[in-house]
C-alpha cells in the first residue's frame, strides 16, 4: 500500500477531474453547463433576466419621473396631517425609539437574569453583523424616504430616534435584571403598555382620527388589529374546543360567518349599513371602523390557526398537566397554549402579513385616506394629471408594503429558530 | 373483612386472587372497591377490587389490553370509572372537581413516552406544579427542583431542554418532576417500555431507590426482575380482571392460575 503511493507519479491526466478543483470556470461548467440543455436554458433565462434587470434599472434611474413622488412624498407618509400638529408626530416616532430599544434592552436583562445568555455581552462584530443582517433592509429604504424628503424635519426625527432607541436598550437590562415583587412586576409591565397608549392620546387629541393619512394609517390600521385579533382570536379558539355546547355554537357560529364573507363587503358594510343602525353623531369615525373590522375579520382567521395549534399538542401533554394537579385553566395557560402558538408561527404571521397588506381595502370600500388612495390621489394633482404616473406612485407604494411584510417575514423566521420549532 | 376472605363461603374469590389483602399492616394508601369501566360497548375493568397499603409497592403485570393502564389511570381521573369506588388516602374519587384536585396532587405519575413538557427547561419541567399548584416561591422551588434532579442523579442538566436529553434522563426528569409535589402515591405507567434497552436499568435503579425511600407505588411493567426484586405484590391482570395475587415468591414460583401460567411462560 504505502509502497505504491510513494512511488506512484503525480498523474497529470487525473488532474482533469480532480473534484476539489476551483475556478470560475469550473464552477460555471459545474452548475450552468453541465449538459447541452443546461447550456441551453442557462443562455435562455440568462438572457431574459438580464433584460429584466436592464428594463428595471432603466426604470428606476432614468425614464422613471420620481418628482410625484417627491413632491408628494409627505402626503403619501402622513396623510393630510396640520402642519402646526407635525411636531408630535415627530415626538411619537422618538419615545417609540427609545420604547423600543428599552423593551429589547429589557428581555435581555431577563434572559440574563435567567441565565439563558451571559450577563453583560460586549459588543462583537458577530452581533454587530447580525444586526445589520436584520436591519438592512428597513434601514436602506429609510435612508431612501430621507433622500427624498425636501425638509431637515424627518432627518432630525429619525436622527433622535435612533439615539432614542439605542439609549433605551443601554438602559433596558438594569430593569429587566431587577427581581421586582408581584407589584412591581405589574408596575413595569404597566407602564410599557402605557406608553403606546398614551402615546396616541397624545396625538389624536390635537388631530382627531379621521385626519389621519398616508403609510402611517395604514401602519396604525393593521398594529391596532393585530393588538386586538389575538386575544378574540384565542378565546374564539378555545371556545370551539369547549366542551359547553353553547359556547362551541357561538364560537363556530363566528367563526364560519366571517370567514365565509368578503373582507371588503364587511369594510363596505361598516360604512354604508352601521348608519342605519346608529345614528351619526354616536357613530365611530371611520378608521375606527376600519379597525373594528379588521380585528373582527382577522380574529377569525386567527382562531382557526390557533386551533390547528392546539390540536398539534399531544394529549400527554394535557394528561401530564393534570397529572401535576394544574387547574383547566393553569394547563392551557402554561402548558398547551404555549406549544400551540410556537407550533403555528409561520401561519401567524402569514395571516399578519395578509392583514397589514389588506388595510388598502379601507381606501376603496370607506374612502379611508391611507397610501394606495393617496397613491391614486396625487396623480389626478394639476401638474400630474394626465401624465400616467400612476405606475410610479404604485410602485413607490408596493415598495413600502413589501419592505415591511419581508421584514415581518423575516424576523418570524429567526423566531422560530430561538424558539426551536421541530426540534422537540 | 374475616368473612370476604372465607374461602369456603361460595361467590368469594380463591385467596390467591384476593387483592384487598394488603402486605404491610395498617389502613389502606389505595381502595379499589367494585369499579367498572367502559370504552363505548368495551368493558375494561371488571369488578376490580384492590388495596394497597402505605409503603406497599403492588406490581401490575398481564397481556396488553388486559386493562393494567387504564386502572391506575383511573385513579388519578386520567380516565373516570364508571362503577364502584376509589379511594386515595381517604378521599373517594367524584365528581367534585376539588376532590380530583386534591388526589392528582397526592398522586405522582409517570408516563411511558415521559410526556415532559418541550417547551420549558428541564428545571421549570420540575418546578412548574409546585409554583403554580402550591404557590411556591420561585427561589424555593429551584432549591427543591435541583434537590429531586440531584437525587435521579441528573442535576447538571437543569438548564437543558428534554429535548436535548437521552430517554432514561427524560424519565428520570419526569420521575422528578412527579415527586415535586411531594405525593403520597406514585404511579407509573410502563415506565421502560418505550426506553432504549440500555437505559432501562437507570430508570429502574431510581425506581428501587425510591421503592426503598418507603414510597407507595403502583408499577405497571413489564419488567419482570423488577417485580421479582422489588414488589411486595404482584398483581396479574387479564381481561379487565385480577386474576391473581400474591409475593413475588408465589407468583414466579407457584402460579396457581392456568392463564398466569400461561403469561409466565410466554414471557419469562
Known amino acids: 500500500m504505502t509502497d505504491t503511493a510513494e512511488t506512484l507519479p503525480p498523474s497529470a491526466p487525473k488532474r482533469a477531474r480532480d473534484p476539489h478543483r476551483r475556478g470560475p470556470a469550473v464552477w460555471l461548467r459545474r452548475n450552468l453547463f453541465r449538459s447541452p440543455l443546461d447550456g441551453l436554458l442557462t443562455i435562455v433565462f440568462g438572457a431574459i433576466s438580464l433584460w429584466l434587470i436592464y428594463k428595471t434599472v432603466n426604470y428606476v434611474f432614468v425614464t422613471g419621473r420620481w418628482d410625484v413622488i417627491r413632491v408628494n412624498l409627505r402626503l403619501l407618509m402622513i396623510g393630510r396631517f396640520p402642519d402646526v400638529h407635525v411636531l408630535r408626530l415627530a415626538v411619537t416616532v422618538v419615545a417609540l425609539g427609545a420604547w423600543g430599544?428599552?423593551?429589547?434592552g429589557f428581555i435581555r436583562g431577563r434572559q440574563e437574569r435567567s441565565g439563558r445568555v451571559p450577563h453583560g455581552e460586549r459588543f462583537t462584530a458577530a452581533r454587530a453583523l447580525d444586526i445589520v443582517m436584520r436591519l438592512w433592509l428597513p434601514a436602506v429604504v429609510v435612508l431612501l424616504l430621507l433622500l427624498l424628503s425636501s425638509t431637515a424635519g424627518p432627518w432630525i426625527t429619525t436622527g433622535l430616534a435612533l439615539v432614542a432607541a439605542v439609549a433605551g436598550r443601554a438602559i433596558g437590562p438594569r430593569f429587566g435584571r431587577l427581581r421586582p415583587g408581584p407589584i412591581g412586576a405589574a408596575l413595569i409591565v404597566t407602564a410599557i403598555g402605557a406608553v403606546p397608549v398614551g402615546l396616541y392620546f397624545y396625538v389624536v387629541t390635537a388631530v382627531g382620527f379621521d385626519d389621519w393619512g398616508g403609510f402611517m394609517l395604514n401602519l396604525f390600521l393593521a398594529l391596532c388589529a393585530i393588538v386586538l385579533c389575538y386575544p378574540l382570536g384565542l378565546l374564539l379558539a378555545l371556545g370551539r374546543r369547549s366542551s359547553l355546547p353553547l359556547v362551541r355554537v357561538v364560537a363556530t357560529v363566528y367563526i364560519e360567518l366571517v370567514r365565509g364573507a368578503p373582507l371588503?363587503?364587511?369594510?363596505?358594510?361598516?360604512?354604508?349599513?352601521?348608519?342605519?343602525?346608529?345614528?351619526?353623531t354616536l357613530a365611530p369615525s371611520t378608521s375606527t371602523r376600519a379597525i373594528v373590522v379588521f380585528t373582527l375579520f382577522t380574529a377569525a382567521y386567527m382562531a382557526e390557526i390557533v386551533r390547528g395549534g392546539l390540536q398539534s399538542v399531544p394529549r400527554g401533554q394535557f394528561e401530564a398537566a393534570k397529572a401535576g394537579g394544574l387547574s383547566p385553566f393553569q394547563q392551557t395557560a402554561y402548558i398547551v397554549m404555549p406549544q400551540a402558538l410556537r407550533n403555528v408561527i409561520p401561519a401567524q404571521i402569514g395571516q399578519l402579513i395578509s392583514l397589514f397588506k389588506d388595510t388598502t381595502l379601507a381606501g376603496i370600500a370607506m374612502g379611508v385616506f391611507e397610501l394606495l388612495r393617496v397613491s391614486e390621489a396625487i396623480t389626478a394633482q394639476e401638474s400630474f394629471r394626465g401624465q400616467g404616473l400612476i405606475a410610479e406612485t404604485i410602485s413607490f407604494a408596493a415598495l413600502?408594503?413589501?419592505t415591511v411584510s419581508y421584514t415581518m417575514s423575516r424576523e418570524s423566521q429567526r423566531l422560530e429558530q430561538r424558539l426551536g420549532v421541530g426540534t422537540r | 373483612m374475616t368473612d370476604q376472605h372465607d374461602a369456603g363461603s361460595p361467590g368469594a374469590p380463591p385467596v390467591y386472587a384476593d387483592a384487598t389483602v394488603m402486605s404491610g399492616a395498617g389502613t389502606a394508601m389505595i381502595e379499589l372497591e367494585s369499579v367498572d369501566k367502559f370504552f363505548d360497548d368495551f368493558q375494561a375493568l371488571k369488578d376490580i377490587h384492590l388495596k394497597v397499603a402505605s409503603q406497599e409497592v403492588v406490581v401490575v403485570i398481564g397481556p396488553s389490553g388486559s386493562g393494567k393502564s387504564t386502572m391506575i389511570r383511573c385513579i388519578n381521573r386520567l380516565e373516570e370509572h364508571d362503577a364502584g369506588r376509589i379511594v386515595v388516602d381517604g378521599i373517594e374519587l367524584s365528581n367534585d372537581i376539588r376532590n380530583i384536585t386534591?388526589?392528582?396532587?397526592e398522586t405522582g405519575m409517570v408516563f411511558q413516552s415521559f410526556n415532559?413538557?418541550?417547551h420549558l427547561s428541564v428545571l421549570d419541567n420540575v418546578t412548574l406544579a409546585p409554583r403554580k399548584v402550591r404557590k411556591m416561591p420561585k427561589a424555593a422551588a429551584d432549591q427543591l427542583g435541583m434537590d429531586l434532579l440531584t437525587m435521579v442523579r441528573i442535576p447538571e442538566q437543569a438548564r437543558k431542554?428534554?429535548?436535548?436529553?437521552?430517554?432514561?434522563?427524560?424519565?428520570?426528569v419526569a420521575i422528578a418532576r412527579a415527586l415535586a409535589m411531594n405525593p403520597k402515591v406514585m404511579l407509573f405507567d410502563e415506565p421502560t417500555s418505550a426506553l432504549d434497552p440500555e437505559m432501562i436499568g437507570e430508570?429502574?435503579?431510581?425506581?428501587?431507590?425510591?421503592a426503598a425511600s418507603g414510597m407507595t407505588m403502583i408499577v405497571v411493567t413489564h419488567e419482570m426482575g423488577f417485580a421479582r426484586e422489588v414488589a411486595d405484590r404482584v398483581v396479574f391482570m387479564s381481561d379487565g380482571q385480577i386474576v391473581e395475587v400474591g409475593t413475588p415468591e408465589h407468583f414466579f414460583e407457584n402460579p396457581q392460575e392456568e392463564r398466569t401460567k400461561l403469561f409466565l411462560s410466554q414471557i419469562l
Open chain 2, 203 to 210: 430508570v429502574l435503579d431510581t425506581m428501587k431507590e425510591l
Open chain 1, 400 to 402: 413600502l408594503f413589501w
Open chain 2, 116 to 118: 415532559l413538557f418541550p
Open chain 2, 102 to 105: 386534591e388526589i392528582r396532587r
Open chain 1, 264 to 280: 371588503f363587503v364587511l369594510l363596505l358594510l361598516a360604512n354604508v349599513a352601521l348608519g342605519f343602525f346608529v345614528p351619526d
Open chain 2, 161 to 172: 431542554y428534554p429535548g436535548q436529553l437521552s430517554g432514561g434522563q427524560q424519565q428520570r
Open chain 1, 101 to 104: 430599544g428599552f423593551i429589547a
